[in-house]
């Protein structure tokens, strides 16, 4: 049989879930984001796009191209709920499901398709269940494998469906340009460019002489990447590297008490998202940059590793505290958590963590899963 790749990505997912729960936001030209000097755009509606709004940029920049723009604050809460509920679906048709974000999966649906019917009649059931159970819209690509059904997912958004069978790939890829090949870069893609390749035909039949400078070694990988040539499994269950919590302040801060409340309140974070999934880490680190974007890191490793909320922000309060002693009076435009060598927190038992403690962090992570993620915060993130 032939192998079928689902692509599923949702449509501007954050603000088509915004659409979909204040009618009044319909058809309106909608940012997704936190307004101020640091903002960055979450997400943009199509309405918002025409303008040239895109996600990740500046908020700024956003509501200079598009002044009328409507702005709404991100509720992550109610991202990941409907992304549950879309996930659900696509477990519902195989469990070769391999999340790539909240909105975006890859499915093998090849051995479905005995019980479910052809991998097209699979990929409209999707998006007519998510449809009917979440109110927002998915676009869907069907290929012989993950790059060509990515790049086809995101040929006819919003609410697409486009099939690219194994016989039609390089009649469907030669004429793209080459920013449509996933993992290009935007850099990368003006090199390429002003080498005089334009699209993936031509980046595909390129001589070695124009590769090799722009590539090197990986020059005869992009090759085949250009011809839709992909043989990576859909793996339903990546193991998680890492987790983390960061923010970008809308103001500069130098001042040590407010960075480390700052830290405590992303330790928390850090550290909810952990138990969430069900983990916990081996080493802690904090990601520092300072006012002119030099970025620093620093870890520890921790025996035995940890989840709970309070051990986590001890070990980043140290790791900050050491590196501000070191470069005192520095400005700090980001901070960030980051939680690696991830194990299942199955192994809980074996540490005799106290329970007072992991009592706190489970009514602390109920309390938020109910009422939302400001319904109770640690003193110590308090101004």
């Given at each position: 049989?032939?192998?079928?790749?689902?692509h599923?990505?949702?449509?501007?997912?954050?603000a088509?879930?915004e659409q979909?729960?204040?009618?009044?936001?319909?058809?309106?030209?909608?940012?997704?984001g936190?307004?101020?000097?640091?903002?960055?755009?979450a997400?943009?509606?199509?309405?918002?796009?025409?303008y040239g709004?895109h996600?990740?940029?500046?908020?700024?920049?956003?509501?200079?191209?598009?002044?009328?723009?409507?702005?709404?604050?991100?509720r992550?809460?109610r991202?990941?709920?409907?992304?549950?509920t879309?996930?659900?679906?696509?477990?519902?048709?195989?469990?070769?499901?391999q999340?790539?974000s909240?909105?975006?999966?890859?499915?093998?649906?090849?051995?479905?398709?005995?019980l479910?019917?052809g991998?097209v009649?699979?990929?409209?059931?999707i998006k007519?269940?998510?449809r009917?159970l979440?109110?927002?819209?998915?676009?869907?690509?069907?290929?012989?494998?993950k790059l060509?059904?990515k790049?086809?997912?995101?040929?006819?958004?919003?609410?697409?469906?486009?099939?690219v069978?194994?016989?039609?790939?390089?009649?469907?890829?030669?004429?793209?340009?080459?920013?449509?090949?996933?993992?290009?870069g935007?850099?990368?893609?003006?090199?390429?460019?002003?080498?005089?390749?334009?699209t993936?035909?031509e980046?595909?039949?390129?001589p070695?002489a124009?590769?090799?400078?722009l590539?090197?070694r990986?020059?005869?990988?992009?090759?085949?990447?250009?011809?839709?040539?992909d043989?990576?499994?859909?793996?339903p269950?990546?193991?998680?590297?890492?987790?983390?919590?960061?923010d970008?302040?809308?103001?500069?801060i130098?001042?040590?008490?407010s960075?480390?409340?700052?830290?405590a309140?992303?330790?928390?974070?850090?550290?909810?998202?952990?138990?969430?999934?069900?983990?916990?880490?081996?080493?802690?680190?904090?990601?520092?940059?300072r006012?002119?974007?030099?970025?620093?890191t620093?870890?520890?490793?921790v025996a035995p590793?940890?989840?709970?909320?309070?051990?986590?922000?001890?070990?980043?309060?140290?790791?900050?505290?050491?590196?501000?002693?070191?470069?005192?009076?520095?400005?700090l435009?980001?901070?960030?958590?980051?939680?690696?060598?991830?194990?299942?927190a199955s192994?809980?038992?074996?540490?005799?963590?106290?329970?007072?403690?992991?009592?706190?962090d489970?009514?602390l992570d109920?309390?938020?899963?109910?009422?939302?993620?400001?319904a109770?915060?640690?003193?110590?993130?308090?101004?």
């Amino acid at each position: 049989m032939t192998r079928a790749v689902l692509h599923v990505d949702m449509d501007a997912f954050y603000a088509s879930v915004e659409q979909h729960d204040d009618p009044s936001l319909a058809g309106k030209p909608l940012v997704v984001g936190w307004e101020g000097g640091r903002g960055v755009v979450a997400a943009a509606s199509y309405e918002v796009r025409r303008y040239g709004v895109h996600s990740a940029m500046p908020m700024r920049t956003a509501l200079k191209l598009c002044p009328h723009a409507v702005c709404v604050r991100p509720r992550m809460q109610r991202y990941q709920e409907v992304s549950a509920t879309v996930f659900g679906v696509l477990r519902e048709v195989t469990p070769l499901v391999q999340g790539l974000s909240l909105d975006e999966a890859f499915l093998d649906v090849t051995a479905s398709q005995e019980l479910l019917g052809g991998a097209v009649d699979i990929a409209r059931r999707i998006k007519r269940r998510i449809r009917e159970l979440t109110g927002v819209t998915a676009s869907v690509g069907v290929a012989p494998n993950k790059l060509v059904a990515k790049i086809a997912s995101d040929l006819e958004k919003p609410d697409g469906l486009t099939v690219v069978a194994a016989e039609r790939v390089r009649e469907v890829l030669d004429p793209l340009s080459v920013r449509r090949m996933p993992g290009l870069g935007r850099k990368t893609g003006a090199r390429v460019e002003a080498a005089g390749i334009h699209t993936l035909g031509e980046l595909r039949s390129a001589p070695d002489a124009v590769l090799w400078p722009l590539f090197g070694r990986y020059s005869p990988w992009i090759r085949e990447r250009a011809s839709g040539v992909d043989d990576r499994p859909v793996l339903p269950e990546l193991e998680e590297k890492s987790l983390s919590a960061e923010d970008t302040f809308e103001h500069d801060i130098a001042d040590a008490r407010s960075l480390h409340r700052q830290l405590a309140r992303l330790a928390d974070v850090a550290a909810s998202r952990l138990r969430g999934r069900q983990l916990m880490a081996g080493c802690i680190g904090v990601k520092i940059r300072r006012d002119d974007f030099t970025t620093f890191t620093r870890q520890r490793v921790v025996a035995p590793p940890a989840c709970e909320g309070r051990a986590i922000a001890g070990v980043a309060a140290e790791l900050l505290a050491r590196w501000l002693a070191g470069n005192p009076g520095a400005k700090l435009r980001l901070l960030g958590v980051v939680l690696t060598e991830l194990t299942p927190a199955s192994q809980l038992g074996l540490f005799d963590e106290p329970r007072l403690q992991g009592a706190l962090d489970a009514a602390l992570d109920e309390a938020r899963a109910r009422f939302g993620s400001r319904a109770l915060r640690r003193g110590s993130t308090i101004e």
